[in-house]
């Protein structure tokens, strides 16, 4: 590695000068010191480490040229590192090691050597006596004493020249006395090669060189001043080099490192002190000749990372530093007077060179200069502090500031070198910019090549580039700014659905097309899992089920009811189908019944049916239903409590409620006193679902959103983290885009840019559907929102979609990073702003406002678009300014914003260019735009009332008892009719949200059901507003209403007081019928395996009052009672519930009905074959249940019950047929209403039972 | 994936040593061994000289922009130990102050964040870095750290402003309360980090793990994000990603982006922080992007000869 730096036969000649000693200025090596860094005191001969190693060490090799100052010939090998972090000018030393040798060469070479941070190489000595000792770095420093890894004597003198291959590193070559050269394997130690034959005549080998390029050319040099080179190949020297003055004594050889033919000779000799630089290729007379030196060069040293750089070192006490292929002198490094005899650059670090001299000290330098005040005066204050301090010799006089010496100041006005070395000269770079730009420059590596005069002809080129990373991020923008632009909301979001991987963003996207779409609120229900479809299909299984069981009795559904279920919603197909079972039923048993219906028991008995009789006729309501009440009778309490008025109904309700306390009474208590926010505040998480289904379908659109946002901020703070992103979809529906983004934000990896795509695509869509529902400020951006459009315009605008960065942008905003950011996009775009003036306002808002940017934040915020006002178009021509920006005039007028600057925010109505639909749309899902749909008005008002036949005559109506054990789920899972456009008001007369604090969303979809429970009689209604009174006849404005189409009513129509306020019942949705009797209600979710279970959210049907008989119902039942069909129709539907529910026991002397019932049951069981048989039959045993409850109620008449007794002892005796046709009897004198739910049953027992011969 | 958009001829006589957009990426300013500063205005693809700025005594290494809140101007860094800092008025770019406090090269220039006014650190081969504060009427102040980095200093590049804990939640009004933060690279193999305390830089940190010099660091560009990242390149040819996730600033951990077979010379980062180009390692310009998993891979590689650009095979990656 280090080239062959020989030492001079200064020894023979001058022998004096070599005993080393202190000179006295050194104590205060100010003047040198100036890009000193460290100091040895030592007499010694040095070796960096290899380039290879880290960290660098300097090892010391006790010179055998010089003496101390004791005379001690005492030897030492020592390793230092430097340690540059340490400011200090001390070598840390790292290992000593006493050796019986001095050295006349020492070199540490590469070979074998491992990267890491231990200590490796080898460090090869020449010693005096010939001889050649190998040592290992890492054993010196680990202190062992076996340190020599070989040792060879054959030279006959003191080895002064050593080198190392620097292409094979095992390959060393040696010089001695006698024109000696061998060169050494160190992996084959044992017998060194010669390069040839030994050169004529005989003299001393004072340097050796390996080429730098060629790895079989290896040059040597001696006192004499010739210098021979070998080729290894050959075995021989192929050129001897010397310019025939014998006054050249070369003291130093060195190649060339980057042309093979170069290299340089220097001369000891006072009176030829130069350094020849030759070329090979003409080798009669140098190329080149240094003359810097004014007396004998002692070492020098070429450095492996600049080729422009030569140090010398002399004896006129010199250290310079040359350039060798022009002559010129660089750098002269400060030294003290003493001569230096060996100079070395550092391999590593190009910067550090390191010179022993005879004063006795290796000194290490920086060639780069700089200050080392603070190590100077750092050693100063080493000396006081040891001294004490100002009077360190106690004699009352405080020592005068220390002066240094002035030498110091002036070369502080020297260039450290005139030309920078190679390696600070960066030739390469490459630095980002706005929009994704990479601005890149080159310098070939031709153009250090020295001797030719190429940098003319080089081109000094910077490029621009444009870096696109995000192609995938980069195509779906594109795809949302499309989208946006023609404004097919509904086919991204569908292709979002079709798309998405994972069920939430399916679902995600799914809430976010309902946005665009009629009846939102019922779609959303359908989203949650409250699909028509489906429930349909469920209530069809249901009712098959009684079809089969019917199957005796001939009857069938026939395709015209499925054909109706179809066409009509939920609730309606629910009514209509069990409507069109109970009039089979009834016409087949009309006749029978027309007997019945003749007869009407009134019981003034003195038992309680007795008491509310008779208060009923004396038209005591109050006290009829505190009878009821008393008796646990809540249906018939609320029933009478409708009868008797508005007042007397609450305060019924609320002693129900009171009375109540299962699960549901909440949700029902919600439901009939409008309490949503008690729903949404303390259901349970995990039936967030059921709550916000609950929300879609009864909230007012005023406090629908809130609502939502209440659910999913409950579902963000409390819920697992799978709840928290289902949160989503409650702000959603709510509108809340901030929110969204925060609770997206929350659960995403917003590093990512495609994670921060999927949430814009979500909130510009989001955003877009309640610009268009609501009239809320488009622009108005909350904090959050900004952070994430000016990140996602930031990223745009990295991938160069500068263009479309701006169209993401919030328009007309003055959060302060978005209009920094919009400026900054209208400038790279090429756009020229007006002066400096306005930016710099803006900046100085940020963190101190000051009392202008108030202006111009206004101005930003103005009608106009920023870019109107601010920014020319790019496609304009440049302005005069263009290159002279200063010169842009403020005034130049505004320039059009072309398509370029389309605004993802512009409003829609503001953009004319917007297709005239949106206006439409724009009414009709805004909660302004849906009131008369959605509100849930009672339409039951004076005419259901007036047209309730006889509320009091019947003291046992015969459908209620059962009712609400399946009146719950109606209410929460209706699938309704969509409400029309055409009913819809006009934007206008819908208050605003109060506040902009949040994205109201005006709820498109009101809730739909609500339609069927506003489906009255009457056949005319006003148009209504929301706050109108209620219309009654949105069913026949109804497109899609078929004729026969039936209205559901709410549950509640009879409960509500029928007269009261509309504006007030306008205010509470549609509330379940209370239950009477009934105490325990049915959970929304119920355990399955029970035919309850199978259609928990069926929707049930509403103990209808009369005059809410559609006319097609009632023409096949005109001759029944008003309610009769009805009741009916309820009466199927009470085989749903179960035997879950807390009963009353059956009085003891019917208990034999149930016993001797459900015994035949089994007895057929056991004797049926066929599975349909069984399945009637279980589902007869099921349907039963309506007899014992009415038993359990003694609800029935005593003719019924008597009869019941008479089928039993038919029974039990097995005659069936006398059973039934004691059953043809009770069925033809009884009340229809009162029978048709169990008495159709036990017949399908007994027929089976004759059948089956049990 | 990287196409060049404009290639500019800049006519300098020697090595270019550096080339900077301007904010907007509107203008472009480089510097050569030619001594010169020069300034383009490189819109639409075009390239018209604004200014050919001469002044330095010798090979300029750096320039810098500042914040266009200040105006139009751009600091340049010399050999001839001088930093100079330009300014655009009324379209003429001139001298507007000479900074010769070092004593050695000046290689690196770096304008803080604009939050905190109008600040310059320069880094230098004498080892000490100077920070120049612009206190109004053409003043300047300059606090120099002594003996920053021994025998140099390479780079130097600002913290972005971010005021610890609350990234969004600004009290309005109020003057933020930073904490000035830069970092440095030098010739003593370290990066340091440097704070702001009671109008004193103190050395923070001491990240070591280069073994050689330090060429070029680069603090990453705040993405809202708790975690600071430097990225820093070296003489040993290994450029390294350190982040730190504690507010204090304290547990910095280096993570090897790649070892190159030769000196790297600069990094850069994007705007959005997620893309680092290295230069250096064989004259080459490659794109570094890290990975979900957290890896670094090498996405491109920038021919700039012919401004080409070939995709990185599995292949190529494994040989470096």
Not at chain 1, 601 to 623: H, K, M, P, R, Y
Not at chain 1, 815 to 828: G, H
Not at chain 2, 88 to 114: I, L, M
Not at chain 2, 145 to 155: Q, V
Request: net charge negative; charged share 20%; proline share 8%.
């Amino acid at each position: 590695m280090g080239s062959g730096v020989p030492r001079g036969q200064w020894e023979r000649r001058s022998p004096s000068l070599y005993i080393a000693g202190r000179a006295p200025q050194a104590l205060f090596p100010a003047a040198e010191s100036k890009m000193k860094l460290k100091e040895i005191d030592r007499t010694a001969m040095q070796a960096w480490s290899p380039a290879l190693q880290h960290p660098i060490y300097l090892a010391t090799g006790t010179s055998a040229q010089q003496l101390d100052a004791t005379f001690s010939t005492n030897a030492s090998l020592e390793i230092f590192e430097l340690d540059l972090s340490d400011p200090s000018l001390d070598m840390k030393s790292c290992a000593t090691f006493s050796s019986s040798h001095r050295y006349h060469k020492l070199i540490w070479g590469p070979h074998s050597m491992t990267t890491g941070e231990s200590v490796s190489g080898v460090l090869i000595a020449g010693g005096e006596n010939g001889n050649i000792i190998l040592y290992d770095p890492a054993k010196i420093i680990a202190g062992d004493t076996e340190v020599i890894i070989a040792q060879k004597d054959k030279h006959t003198g003191p080895v002064r020249a050593l080198d190392v291959n620097i292409f094979q590193t095992n390959l060393v070559a040696s010089g001695a006395n006698e024109s000696e050269i061998y060169i050494w394997d160190l992996n084959n130690f044992a017998t060194p090669m010669t390069p040839g034959v030994k050169t004529q005549p005989l003299e001393d080998i004072s340097c050796i060189a390996w080429n730098r390029q060629v790895q079989h050319i290896l040059a040597s040099a001696s006192p004499s001043g010739r210098a021979t080179v070998w080729d290894l190949r050959k075995n021989e020297p192929i050129i001897k080099v010397s310019d025939h003055n014998n006054r050249m004594h070369c003291s130093g050889l060195a190649w060339h490192p980057d042309i093979a033919t170069q290299m340089v000779l220097a001369s000891e000799d006072d009176r030829l002190p130069v350094i020849q630089m030759w070329d090979l290729r003409f080798a009669s007379s140098p190329l080149r000749v240094l003359e810097s030196h004014t007396r004998g060069i002692l070492a020098i040293a070429w450095s492996m990372a600049d080729p422009e750089l030569l140090l010398s070192c002399g004896k006129d006490a010199k250290i310079l530093c040359s350039n060798p292929n022009t002559g010129e002198v660089l750098y002269e490094l400060p030294t003290n007077t003493q001569w230096c005899f060996d100079i070395q650059w550092c391999p590593r670090n190009p910067a550090v060179l390191s010179a022993a001299s005879f004063d006795g000290r290796i000194s290490v330098y920086s060639i780069m200069g700089g200050s080392t005040d603070s190590l100077r005066q750092k050693q100063v204050d080493q000396l006081s502090s040891s001294f004490g301090n100002l009077d360190p010799f106690g004699t009352g006089q405080p020592l005068p500031p220390l002066q240094l010496p002035q030498q110091t100041a002036s070369q502080s006005v020297i260039l450290p070198l005139k030309k920078p070395p190679k390696w600070i000269r960066r030739p390469v770079g490459a630095s980002f910019s706005f929009g994704g730009k990479l601005v890149t420059f080159e310098n070939t590596k031709a153009q250090q090549q020295p001797g030719i005069d190429q940098q003319q002809q080089q081109r000094h080129h910077v490029y621009v580039s444009q870096v696109v990373t995000e192609k995938e991020f980069l195509a779906r923008s594109n795809q949302l700014q499309e989208a946006v632009r023609s404004e097919g909301f509904v086919s991204y979001c569908q292709k979002k659905i079709d798309m998405a991987q994972a069920d939430f963003e399916k679902n995600v996207w799914s809430f976010l097309k309902v946005n665009f779409e009629e009846d939102s609120r019922v779609k959303y229900l359908e989203l949650l899992g409250y699909r028509k479809e489906d429930l349909r299909k469920k209530i069809t299984s249901a009712l098959n089920k009684e079809s089969l069981a019917d199957g005796e009795l001939g009857e069938a559904p026939t395709e015209s009811d499925a054909s109706v279920l179809n066409e009509a919603g939920e609730g309606q197909a629910t009514e209509e189908q069990l409507l069109g079972e109970s009039l089979k039923d009834h016409n087949r048993e009309s006749e029978d019944s027309v007997s019945a219906k003749k007869t009407f028991n009134i019981s003034v008995s003195g038992d309680v049916d007795g008491l509310i009789t008779q208060a009923l006729l004396t038209g005591n309501f109050e006290s009829a239903v505190d009878l009821c009440l008393h008796d646990n009778r809540m249906a018939d309490a609320i029933i009478l409590a409708i009868a008797g008025g508005q007042e007397l109904l609450s305060r019924t309700q609320e002693k129900y409620f009171a009375k109540m306390q299962s699960k549901i009474t909440r949700l029902i208590t919600a439901v009939v006193t409008k309490n949503w926010k008690e729903i949404v505040q303390s259901c349970d998480l995990q039936n967030w679902r059921e709550a916000l289904a609950a929300v879609l379908t009864y909230a007012r659109p005023e406090e629908f959103a809130a609502l939502c946002d209440l659910l999913g901020n409950r579902l963000e703070s409390e819920g697992d983290s799978l709840l928290q992103t289902q949160a989503c979809l409650c702000y959603i529906c709510a509108g809340n885009v901030e929110k969204l983004v925060a609770c997206w934000t929350k659960a995403q990896d917003g590093n990512n840019p495609l994670s921060l795509q999927d949430l814009i695509e979500k909130v510009v869509i989001l955003r877009k559907a309640v610009q268009l529902t609501q009239a809320v400020d488009p622009n108005a951006v909350g904090a959050l929102l900004a952070e994430k459009m000016s990140q996602y315009a930031n990223l745009l605008a990295a991938q160069g979609s500068i263009a479309a960065a701006l169209t993401f942008l919030p328009a007309n905003t003055n959060q302060p990073n978005i209009v920094l950011l919009r400026d900054r996009l209208c400038r790279a775009q090429g756009e020229l702003p007006v002066g400096q003036e306005a930016l710099k306002t803006l900046y100085e808002r940020q963190p101190m406002p000051k009392a202008r940017a108030g202006s111009v934040a206004g101005q930003m915020q103005g009608p106009q678009p920023p870019a109107q006002q601010y920014y020319q178009q790019g496609d304009n021509p440049p302005p005069p300014g263009f290159i002279m920006p200063g010169a842009v005039n403020p005034n130049m007028p505004p320039q059009q914003a072309t398509s370029s600057s389309y605004n993802m925010y512009s409003q829609a109505g503001a953009r004319p260019a917007y297709p005239q639909t949106y206006q439409a749309t724009q009414q009709y899902p805004f909660g302004t735009g849906g009131p008369a749909a959605y509100q849930p008005q009672q339409p039951i008002t004076a005419p259901a009332s007036a047209s309730y036949p006889n509320p009091a005559p019947n003291p046992t109506p015969p459908y209620l008892p059962s009712a609400p054990s399946h009146a719950m789920p109606s209410p929460l899972y209706p699938g309704q009719p969509q409400p029309s456009p055409t009913s819809l008001n006009p934007a206008s007369s819908f208050p605003l949200p109060p506040s902009g604090a949040s994205f109201q969303h005006g709820r498109p979809g009101p809730p739909a059901p609500s339609v069927a429970y506003a489906l009255p009689t009457g056949p005319t209604g006003p148009q209504n507003g929301w706050n109108d009174p209620p219309a009654l006849n949105r069913a026949a404005k109804k497109k899609k209403v078929p004729d026969n189409f039936m209205p559901p009513v709410p549950i509640t129509s009879p409960i509500m007081n029928p007269l009261a306020d509309p504006q007030a019942q306008m205010q509470q949705p549609p509330a379940p019928a209370p239950p009477v009797g009934a105490p325990s209600f049915q959970p929304p979710h119920l355990p399955a395996g029970q035919p309850v279970l199978q259609s928990p959210y069926q929707p049930a049907p509403q103990p209808l009052g009369p005059c809410i008989v559609p006319p097609a119902v009632s023409k096949t039942s005109t001759e029944g009672a008003p309610g009769a069909p009805i009741g009916n129709a309820i009466q199927h539907v009470q085989a749903l519930p179960t035997e879950k529910i807390t009963k009353k026991p059956i009085p003891e002397e019917h208990l034999i009905l149930k016993t001797t019932f459900e015994a035949l049951i089994q007895r057929c069981l056991l004797s049926a074959s066929d599975p349909q048989t069984k399945r009637k039959l279980d589902d007869a045993n099921k349907r039963l249940e309506f007899l014992y409850d009415k038993l359990r109620e003694q609800t029935l008449s005593p003719t019924i019950v008597s009869g019941l007794h008479s089928i039993v002892k038919s029974i039990e005796t097995r005659n069936y047929m006398e059973g039934l046709n004691i059953h043809t009897h009770i069925v033809s004198t009884s009340n229809f209403s009162e029978t048709s739910a169990f008495m159709p049953v036990l017949k399908v027992v007994l027929t089976q039972a004759n059948k089956l011969g049990v | 994936m990287v196409s060049v958009i404009n290639t500019v001829d800049t006519s300098h006589e020697d090595m270019i040593h550096d080339a900077q957009m301007d904010y907007y990426g509107t203008r472009l300013a480089t510097c050569s061994s030619d001594r010169s500063v020069k300034i383009f205005d490189v819109r639409n693809g075009g390239q018209i000289l604004i200014a050919d700025l001469r002044g330095h005594e010798g090979p300029v290494w750096q320039v810098a922009w500042a914040h266009p809140m200040y105006g139009n101007i751009l600091a340049s860094c010399s050999y001839d130990r001088k930093v100079i800092i330009w300014k655009e008025e009324n379209g003429t770019w001139e001298k507007t102050y000479e900074y010769t406090g070092h004593d050695s090269s000046v290689n690196s220039v770096c304008w803080a964040p604009h939050d905190y006014g109008l600040i310059l650190a320069c880094g230098s081969s004498d080892g000490a870095i100077s920070l120049l504060s612009y206190t109004g009427d053409g003043q300047w102040e300059v606090k120099k750290i002594s003996n920053a980095h021994t025998i140099g200093c390479n780079a130097v590049s600002w913290a972005p402003a971010v005021v610890p804990g609350s990234l969004i939640e600004q009290p309005s009004g109020q003057k933020p309360n930073y904490i000035k933060r830069f970092a440095s690279g030098g010739c003593d193999n370290l990066v340091k980090i440097w704070k702001e305390e009671d109008g004193q830089w103190k050395e923070e940190q001491k990240l070591e793990a280069h073994s050689d010099w330090v060429r070029d660091v680069a603090w990453a560009p705040s993405i809202g994000l708790p975690t600071s990242t430097i990225a820093s390149c070296s003489q040993d040819g290994r450029v390294f990603i350190w982040t730190c996730d504690d507010a204090s600033g304290n547990s910095w951990s280096p993570k090897l982006l790649h070892k190159f077979t030769d000196v790297v010379w600069h990094v850069s980062w994007s705007i959005t922080a997620n893309i680092l180009a290295v230069s250096g390692g064989d004259n080459k310009v490659t794109l570094w992007k890290e990975s979900v998993d957290g890896l670094w891979a090498c996405i491109s590689d920038v021919n700039k000869g012919q401004g080409g650009v070939s995709a990185v095979t599995e292949g190529q990656q494994n040989e470096q």
